[in-house]
Each structure stands twice: as C-alpha cells, then as structure tokens.
C-alpha cells in the first residue's frame, strides 16, 4: 500500500513545484539573478580553474614524471599551477605588446587625418552663420549691441555645474566599475587557486556526496555525462587554441609577404578572434580592414582578398583536422550552435554552444547506438 501512494505523491510534488514556479516566476527569476550576480565571482573562478586545469595537467605530465621523491612530489603542484598562470600572462602580455604599439599608432594617423578635416567643416559652417542669427540664437547681446553680461554669466555658471556634474559622475561611476572588476577577478583567481590545489580532494568528497544521496544506475548516467561534457569541452579548448594560434601566424606571415600594413597587430588580433568559433575570425577580418584602410584603400581591398582565400584554407583544410575531428561534431551543428548560443548569450554563448553541441550529440548518439544496437559510427 505504501509503495502504490509513492508515485501520486511525486507527481503532485511534481505539479505543486510547477505551479509555484510558474506563479512566482517574476521572484523566482529575480532571487536567481541575484544568487548569480553574488556568485559571480566564485562561478568565473572555476571557470578559471577549468582553463587552467588543462595547462597545468600537461606540465604535470613533464615535471618530473617518474620521480618518487617526495620533494617532486610536494612541489608538482605549485610549481605547475604558477607556471601555468605565468604562462597566461606572458601570453596576454604578448597580444597586448603587439596590438598595444601599433593600435596607437594607427589611431594616432586617424586623429591627425580627423584634426584638418574638422577645421575645414568649422570654416564652412563660419562662412554660412551671419552674425544676426548667431546673436539670435545666443542671446548674449542686447539690442544696441552691447554684451548681456548677465545671461552670459548664468549660461556659463549653468554649463561649468553641468559640465562638472556629468564629469563627477562618469568619475564616480569609473572608479566604482574598476573596483568592483578588480574584485571580482582577485576573488576568481584565488578561488580558482583553492579548487585547483585541492582538486583531487573535492572529487573524492563529490564522489562520497553523490554515491550517498543517488541509486547507482543514476550515479552512472550523471558520471557518464559529466565525463562526455568534460571530454568534449577539453578537446575543444585545446583543437580552438590551437587552431587560432595556427590562424594568426598564417595571416602575419601572409600580411608581411604582401607587404600590408600592421602585419604583427591583425595577424595577432585575428588568430585571438579566432577563439570564436565560426564567426570570430571575420570580426578581426573587418577591423584589420578599417585599420589598413587609413594607410591605403586599396591595400584593404587586397586583404579583403587575402583574408578571404586564408578562411576557405583555413575552413576547408586545418578547422576540420584540428577542431572539427577532435569534438566530433559535423559542420552544419556548429554554425547552428555558434548562431543559437551568440543569439542567446552573446560572443560567450558562441563559447559554450559549440561544446555543449558536441556533449549532447556524443550522447545522444551513444544511445542511438544502445538502443538500435548498431555500433557509432
């Protein structure tokens, strides 16, 4: 009898948890944003953590692999967590050293090709403004001429409490953005130092957690698909680096060939979008073109065309070798999860759909496979 009233019960949980989900929704939504936005900092912190992770791994593998000393032993870890975090900033440092320089220079042509043009429209709206309407607009004279010394004033004290208003606020608000930032990245990072020492205890401790709290056929399916997700999120990021590195040098190489304009600053740009699946390799295409554009148009034009034949090289040839083989994940899957993840969530939802793609169609062709036993192919 008590077995027949368990599956009544669940499913009017079920229907009572639904119910409240749907009347509260406008709460409910709003306590998950606010759970989200206080546990931001700890949420990018693993993400770190899973960035750095792979890096760190791969040190490990060559830090002394088969010493048994208990010296190498107790200093694998550090060693390889402050190498992989110094090897991150030397990178960043890197792409910043090589677009830095020459993004200043190119926007310094830009100002100085702006200043004359500036001057020429101001001596062409001079030549076109009489003083009747410039007297009529200001209202700074009077009939006879003389200046209204009084609505100058009021104008000008008016415009310095605006002006310093405005300027105390934007102020305000930089100071508070930057340090609400820098807050948030020294939490991530030290966050992700914590999961990333301790990596190995926390598997044990989710290990016991889950084994205690699910049926074993449930703790199966849920390490099957943890394991799935890992596995493809891991290939990506590594197939996604490499493939973007692979990009950038081709486009610096090929730019320094023809002889284009800031060769090292878009090679490096385009091979640092390129981390973007699909998509991000046209964004640093379209700003690598404007840039060349101040120097030559017709140089644009040509890289235009060069950055074209790279692409169909680049999708054809190394996409497919390096990242398309290593997620698993047919063609026309990625340019619909890069569409529906940047629709969603933006360059960051382009980040995540592709992987997850491939998680879910690892998996569900797994079980295509089970059920119809036919083996994958």
Known sequence: MKQEWKGPLRTGAVLFGLYLAIHYWEKLTAL????LGAGFPLVLGAVFAYAVNILMSMYEGWYFPKSRSQAVLKSRRPVCLLL????????VAL????????LIQSVSLLLEELAPALQRLSVKVNENLNLDQLTALSGLFLADG?????????????????????????LMSLISATVSTAFTAIVSIIFSIYLLMGKETLARQSTRVLKAY?????????????????????????????EAVI???????GMMLFQFPYASMVGTLIGFTALIPVAGAYIGAGVGAFLIFTVSPLKALLFLIFISVLQQLEGNLIYPKVVGSSIGLPGIWVLAAVTVGGGVLGIGGMLLAVPLAASFYQILRDDVARRSGTPQK
Not at 32 to 35: F, I, T
Not at 218 to 238: A, K, Q
Not at 247 to 253: A, E
């Open 247 to 253: 990009l950038g040098l081709l486009c610096m190489g």
């Open 95 to 102: 792409i910043i050293g090589m677009i830095l320089p020459e």
């Open 32 to 35: 998950v944003l606010l759970a």
């Open 146 to 170: 003389t200046v209204n010394w009084q609505e100058l004033l009021t104008k000008a004290v008016n415009f310095l409490l605006t002006g310093l208003g405005g300027v105390m606020g934007s």
């Open 84 to 91: 992989a975090y110094a090897s991150l900033l030397a990178i």
């Open 214 to 242: 699910l049926k074993p056929v449930w703790y199966s399916r849920l390490l099957y698909f943890l394991e799935t997700l890992h596995n493809c999120f891991r290939r990506f990021v590594v197939g996604q680096c490499t």
